[in-house]
């Protein structure tokens, strides 16, 4: 236990379908993040968002929707997804400050497993 | 923008062997992390490297950082099965926030 957890651990959707990935962090951290995992790629930093401030986006489109309503949660609203989405979804969040994140540790929760079909 | 690479990609060794991957970055870093994940598990945290020329040791693990600060390796001394896992090299670079993953490299004991 890394004390990130995510919900739900497993997520199967069709492409009409809108649905949310919770992740929730009891750690005190102030940055939070999500990362999408396909097979045989690296991680990919979706967003990040630091005191509950969007300070990243890479670029995700726009099917994705991060919200960060406090410092302890986030969430990623899912709609009109594609087959290609299909992924392991990784939340993390590490202490982060005014100076920034680009040396925190980071705490990954378990992930969820969505397919879309 | 920068680019990262690790290699090897897959490697599979005879429990007893020694194993080692590489990350290599076009640019200069600010710190380099390590990170491991079993499989069906996520990421966790291995060890951090600010420092140029930096090595740490934990247990049959070593990670060192290059004088240059552009490179890294993770070895790991005498496999067990328990190491099995892909193994991670987090790069922050420059002086805004940015941070990527190298792809990992799958490591394999054959007891």
């Known amino acids: 236990e890394t004390g990130v957890t995510q919900t739900p651990r497993h997520l199967v959707m069709g492409m009409t379908n809108k649905k949310s990935l919770k992740c929730e962090q009891h750690l005190g951290h102030n940055a939070m993040y999500w990362y999408k995992q396909s097979a045989k790629k690296p991680l990919e930093l979706m967003f990040v968002?630091?005191?509950?401030?969007?300070?990243e986006n890479n670029s995700v489109p726009s099917r994705f929707s991060p919200e960060c309503p406090n410092s302890s949660h986030l969430f990623l609203h899912l709609h009109t997804l594609q087959p290609e989405d299909s992924a392991l979804y990784l939340c993390a969040s590490s202490p982060a400050g005014l100076a920034g994140v680009a040396a925190d540790t980071q705490y990954f929760g378990p992930g969820t497993r969505l397919t879309v079909l | 923008g920068q680019q990262v690479m690790q290699i090897p990609q897959y490697q599979h060794v005879q429990e007893g062997e020694d194993f080692t991957t590489y990350c290599n970055s076009s640019t200069t870093l600010s710190n380099i992390q390590w990170y491991k994940q079993r499989p069906g598990g996520h990421p966790v945290f291995l060890i951090q490297l600010v420092k140029s020329g930096e090595v740490k040791k934990q247990k049959r693990l070593t990670f060192q950082f290059g004088e240059a600060k552009k490179n890294s390796s993770l070895h790991i001394t005498a496999t067990q099965t328990t190491d099995v896992g892909t193994y991670f090299c987090l790069m922050g670079g420059g002086s805004n926030y940015k941070l990527t993953f190298g792809k990992g490299t799958l490591l394999t004991v054959n007891p």
């Open positions: 968002y630091n005191f509950k401030e969007q300070t």
